[in-house]
């Protein structure tokens, strides 16, 4: 089955610093990458996503990257606020979605 | 109006006992996911259902068992609870189709505490 890895597992930056988070995933049937962010005590909730037949895609101060090549695709958050804090979670799916371990970002004013 | 709601929200209970926690979704979804979330936060998938029919059954013990009565609905009853089921549940719906694959809806999620 498809096998999620996420890195880092933990990121601390300052305000207004960028955030990149990086992925990869090994099965080259995977078509669809999604991006979630699960705040405390709260369900995950998609901030982005991106398909196998796009590279890139932004969406303000996010953006995600993919490279199918060699399998790996990436968040990007530019300009981070304080409430940018979370854990951020990767996936990729054919039929069902896996998920990598998460990241902790903690942005610091 | 919640999309994905799961009840109850927290859950204290014996070693021993059986618990069931539900969840229904009020998007029109075919499909419905039960996930595992553990103390370090890795989300696992335990089942998947598509209108009303078992799809994915990860390697999750016989002591759980989903039971779909209808789409909109994926209950989770787990017989003989042990320590290490506690953990949080989250139950998510998506509109899966062979040409699309679809954003998962999470639920707020149930704490499940087995002392």
């Known amino acids: 089955g498809e096998n999620v890895e996420q890195h880092p597992s933990t990121l601390s930056v300052q305000e207004g610093d960028s955030a990149v988070i990086k992925c990869t995933y090994s099965?080259?049937?995977?078509?669809?990458f999604p991006w979630y962010k699960q705040e405390l005590g709260k369900g995950p909730q998609l901030i982005i996503d991106i398909r196998s037949n796009v590279g890139e895609k932004k969406d303000q101060r996010i953006a995600v990257t993919l490279n199918k090549t060699a399998k790996h695709f990436s968040l990007h958050i530019t300009e981070t606020q304080p409430e940018d804090s979370a854990v951020y979670f990767c996936a990729a799916t054919i039929w069902d979605m896996r998920f990598g371990a998460g990241t902790r970002l903690t942005v610091k004013p | 109006d919640t999309a994905v709601s799961q009840t109850p929200k927290y859950l204290v209970t014996q070693m021993g006992n059986d618990k069931s926690i539900k969840c229904e979704q009020n998007l029109g979804h075919d499909t419905m996911y039960w996930y595992k979330q553990d103390s370090k936060k890795f989300l696992k998938i335990m089942f998947s259902y598509n209108n009303k029919e078992l799809i994915i059954n990860e390697t999750v013990p016989n002591r759980f068992s989903p039971k779909s009565p209808d789409k909109a609905h994926l209950n989770l009853h787990i017989n003989s609870l042990e320590l290490g089921d506690s953990a949080v549940y989250f139950c998510?719906?998506?509109?899966?189709?062979?040409?699309?694959?679809?954003?998962?809806?999470f639920g707020e999620g149930s704490r499940l505490t087995v002392l």
């Open positions: 099965d080259s049937a995977s078509n669809y």
């Open positions: 998510a719906s998506s509109q899966v189709s062979p040409s699309n694959t679809g954003e998962l809806f």
